[in-house]
């Protein structure tokens, strides 16, 4: 089994920063991409930003030039830096990954994964 663990959500001022921190954990032959998505209550979970194994990144529109995503393969983390948040970025986040695990030896299989979830809210 792997797990994915965010840290980092909070609450924090309009126009303030917050840095979200993802970690892999469990039996993994590599990771693919990672990304972050974010879900409001009641609402269809969207994606934020993606990264691959090779570093190239992806944004949604509503937060490109706000948000960088990164990832410290050695440590099997992504991170997410969001810079003047706003209101409107008030959601739950989720940490994903796309990953091979070993299966037997002459096996690895393809997963996906979901961490928990970390609030973050932006009061206005």
């Known amino acids: 089994q792997v797990h994915l663990v965010e840290s980092g959500g909070g609450l924090v001022q309009n126009g303030g920063s917050l840095r979200l921190s993802c970690a892999a954990s469990?039996?993994?032959?590599?990771?693919?991409?990672m990304g972050w998505y974010r879900q409001a209550p009641g609402k269809q979970r969207e994606l934020v930003a993606t990264i691959t194994s090779g570093g190239s990144t992806n944004y949604a529109n509503s937060v490109k030039g706000r948000f960088t995503i990164s990832r410290d393969n050695t440590k099997n983390t992504t991170y997410l830096k969001m810079n003047n948040l706003k209101p409107k970025d008030t959601y739950v986040y989720y940490c994903?990954?796309?990953?091979?695990?070993?299966?037997?030896?002459?096996?690895?299989?393809?997963?996906?994964?979901w961490g928990q979830g970390t609030k973050v809210t932006v009061s206005s």
């Open positions: 994903h990954a796309n990953l091979f695990e070993p299966q037997f030896a002459w096996e690895v299989r393809p997963d996906d994964y």
């Open positions: 469990g039996r993994i032959f590599s990771i693919n991409d």
